[in-house]
């Protein structure tokens, strides 16, 4: 990932950290000259994502910090590994260290949960993939960090593919309208994708030569049944409450995708912590 699209995220971080005065505990107990090395560690197993975030909060906050990478992005940890070692100034090292952390557990966290789903699904054709559910200001960082966790990216945003929900479906009025009224704005690039609550909506966007369906909130026979009925002739995405316990299950009844938005929305952060010395 770019420095573009992080440091925008870092300097308002460490801007609402430090706000005027600065860091009132670092600067009255550690000398201004002082220097040392930090480590930070993994307190329990899972995936790494927001080391490039870490590097870059402390090269915006002080340049002479030095961040040695020993776990990479995407790479796994268990207790007691050291993701990265930090050398220079204390000063800057403990003062980005909320910073740093909040990106890179948060980040790792979303990382950790895709893996267990993509885990889960192994040896079948699906695609475990993310949703628009994310932090503001920060998904492309956790959309990486689905990445890293093994999964894929649905949409960034609005303007890169059509996605036509059970709203505009209603104010089209049904599925065949809105399918036409997408298609006439679409570019040739542009997939049009749409959500459909029952099989008689799937046969419907299938009549409509829907590009991608999405079966939301399918039970398993129904996913099936869907599968057999589209025979190919579109992408099916599986969503609607799907966690590790039932993501297999989903996988095996043929869906080509299976998107999460509890990947980015409820993500519990990885447990990890920086050592001085």
Known sequence: MIALLVDDVVRAALREDLSRAGDLTTDAIVPPGALGDARVVA???GVVSGVFA?????AVLDPKVAVA???PDGGRVEPGSVVVVITGP???ILTGERTALNLLCRLSGIATATARLVDAVAGTRVSIADTRKTTPGLRALEKAAVRDGGGSNH???LDDAILIKDNHVAIAGGIAPAI???R???????????????LDQLDEALAARADIVLLDN????????????????ALLEASGRIDAATVRAVAETGVDLISSGALTHSARILDLGLDIG
């Open 155 to 157: 949409r960034f945003g």
């Open 54 to 58: 870490l590097e870059r909060t402390f």
């Open 90 to 92: 204390l000063r800057s």
């Open 69 to 71: 990478v020993r776990i």
């Open 184 to 198: 006439r704005r679409a570019g040739h690039l542009v997939k049009i994708e749409i959500e459909v609550d029952t």
């Open 218 to 233: 399918f039970a398993v026979g129904d996913l099936r049944e869907a599968v057999r009925r589209t025979a190919g002739r």
């Open 43 to 45: 307190r329990e197993a």
């Open 180 to 182: 036409e009224a997408a």
